[in-house]
């Protein structure tokens, strides 16, 4: 069984940062982030491949930063200049022989 662990989530006040990780159980040749805030719809935030392509979403990008330290199997989301509408549940995903979710980290970007 495949698990994916987040941590990292937490309150931060808007402009501040944060910088989210998810562990794997083995090593998943895709890997990404979503993240859903309460009544809304699951979004894409960023993807990277096992050579290390990259690819965000649009409300996300030159602010958040992918990245995987493939010898831990684990995946990063770094985010800077936080905004309010940042704040959502960030769920991460990953491709191996099918789709894996995690459980989420709860995000919060509040005065």
């Known amino acids: 069984q495949v698990q994916l662990v987040e941590s990292g989530g937490g309150l931060v006040r808007p402009g501040g940062s944060l910088r989210l990780s998810c562990a794997a159980s083995?090593?998943?040749?895709?890997m990404g982030w979503y993240r859903q805030a309460p009544g809304q719809q699951r979004e894409f935030v960023a993807r990277?491949?096992?050579?290390?392509?990259?690819l965000y979403g649009d409300s996300v990008k030159d602010r958040f930063a992918i990245s995987r330290d493939n010898a831990k199997n684990t995946l990063y989301l770094q985010m800077h200049s936080l905004k309010p509408e940042d704040s959502a549940v960030y769920l991460c995903?990953?491709?191996?022989?099918?789709?894996?979710w995690g459980q989420g980290t709860q995000v919060t970007v509040s005065s």
């Open positions: 990277i491949w096992s050579d290390s392509e990259l």
């Open positions: 995903w990953g491709k191996g022989f099918r789709e894996y």
């Open positions: 083995t090593t998943l040749t895709t």
